[in-house]
């Protein structure tokens, strides 16, 4: 059993599914609701954990009342938690999120980690006692250097969530071993997957892959280019599927290469968009 530590953002999901989003001053009535713990380290923690690991969540949720159904949750799915600011009063973040029901597609709104960053000074050095991986997703960018730091003395091997560039990530791009980046990764001046797989690489990243959601995924691996198709499935929602990828990654390049890792994972994410909410594929026994 493998030990998995995930640094980044928490949230509480409110999820609505309808026929589409509302249009400016009107009301939509869902067809169902679901509310979840959300974000991309939580996601993928509990991704984690339900294949199998012991999973660790680490990042900020302080003592309001959300915080505490966004560790109920957690702890649903075995997730461990090390709160990062556990005075804090204010609520952690709430995302508000319709699915299209024709579509799986969807709509977020949310403040995400910019009113609950964290100072380095805040991370013990136990925290990766016993951790075999770590996933940093750049919400918590002070808290991720220090971390990758510590994990690269330890040779405890590191995955970038990369959903979209985030100011401060390049300090963190030397320590990370596998980029998993999503078609909306764009670092400085970077327009296309050519310039993202050139700015990485010049960065020391060995292998780095861009997921593009139904379409294949690109990857650069110790120089080798290539891409992996996608299983092709009608969506009903895509909430959180590239969250899910990101768990499901490292469990397998824990015993897999990184191509094969890249298809297992796929397979994982494409899964759960067949069902509504990101717990869903999870129960179906």
């Given at each position: 059993?493998?030990?998995?530590?995930?640094?980044?953002?928490?949230?509480?999901d409110?999820?609505?599914l309808?026929?589409?989003p509302?249009?400016?001053?009107?009301?939509?009535?869902?067809?169902?609701?679901t509310?979840?713990?959300?974000?991309?380290?939580a996601?993928?923690?509990?991704?984690?954990?339900?294949?199998?690991?012991?999973?660790?969540?680490?990042?900020v949720?302080?003592?309001?009342?959300?915080?505490?159904?966004?560790?109920?949750?957690?702890?649903?799915?075995?997730?461990?938690?090390i709160?990062?600011?556990?005075g804090?009063?204010?609520?952690?973040?709430?995302?508000?999120?319709?699915?299209?029901?024709?579509?799986?597609d969807?709509?977020v709104?949310?403040?995400?980690?910019?009113?609950?960053?964290?100072?380095?000074?805040?991370?013990?050095q136990?925290?990766?006692?016993?951790?075999?991986?770590?996933?940093?997703?750049?919400?918590?960018?002070?808290?991720?250097?220090?971390?990758?730091?510590?994990?690269?003395?330890?040779?405890?091997?590191?995955?970038?969530?990369?959903?979209?560039?985030?100011?401060?990530l390049?300090?963190?791009?030397?320590?990370?071993?596998?980029?998993?980046?999503?078609?909306?990764?764009?670092?400085?001046?970077?327009?296309?997957?050519?310039?993202?797989?050139?700015?990485?690489?010049?960065?020391g990243?060995?292998?780095?892959?861009?997921?593009r959601?139904?379409?294949?995924?690109?990857?650069?691996s110790?120089?080798?280019?290539?891409?992996?198709?996608?299983?092709?499935?009608?969506?009903?929602?895509?909430l959180?599927?590239?969250?899910?990828?990101?768990?499901?990654?490292?469990?397998?390049?824990?015993?897999?290469?990184f191509?094969?890792?890249?298809?297992?994972?796929?397979?994982?994410?494409?899964d759960?968009?067949k069902?509504?909410?990101?717990?869903?594929?999870?129960?179906k026994?």
């Open positions: 059993m493998k030990t998995g530590l995930f640094l980044g953002l928490g949230t509480l409110l999820v609505y309808a026929e589409k509302p249009g400016e001053n009107q009301k939509v009535v869902a067809s169902d609701c509310i979840a713990a959300g974000g991309p380290a996601n993928a923690a509990v991704t984690f954990s339900y294949l199998g690991n012991v999973a660790v969540w680490a990042g949720l302080g003592t309001h009342a959300i915080a505490q159904l966004i560790r109920a949750d957690l702890a649903e799915y075995n997730v461990r938690i709160d990062l600011e556990p804090r009063s204010h609520s952690p973040p709430v995302s508000s999120i319709i699915v299209t029901e024709a579509t799986g969807r709509s709104i949310s403040i995400n980690a910019t009113k609950s960053q964290v100072d380095s000074q805040t991370i013990n136990d925290i990766l006692t016993s951790v075999n991986i770590v996933l940093v997703d750049g919400h918590q960018i002070a808290a991720s250097q220090e971390i990758a730091q510590l994990a690269k003395s330890k040779n405890i091997p590191i995955v970038l969530d990369g959903g979209s560039w985030k100011p401060g390049e300090e963190i791009l030397p320590f990370i071993e596998w980029a998993v980046c999503s078609d909306n990764f764009h670092p400085p001046e970077c327009e296309n997957s050519e310039q993202v797989f050139a700015y990485l690489s010049a960065a990243i060995p292998h780095i892959a861009i997921t959601g139904e379409k294949s995924i690109l990857y650069l110790s120089g080798t280019y290539g891409h992996i198709e996608t299983p092709q499935i009608q969506a009903k929602d895509t959180g599927a590239g969250d899910i990828f990101h768990g499901a990654f490292c469990h397998y390049i824990l015993q897999n290469n191509t094969d890792t890249l298809n297992a994972a796929a397979k994982i994410a494409s759960s968009c069902n509504f909410g990101t717990r869903a594929w999870m129960n026994g």
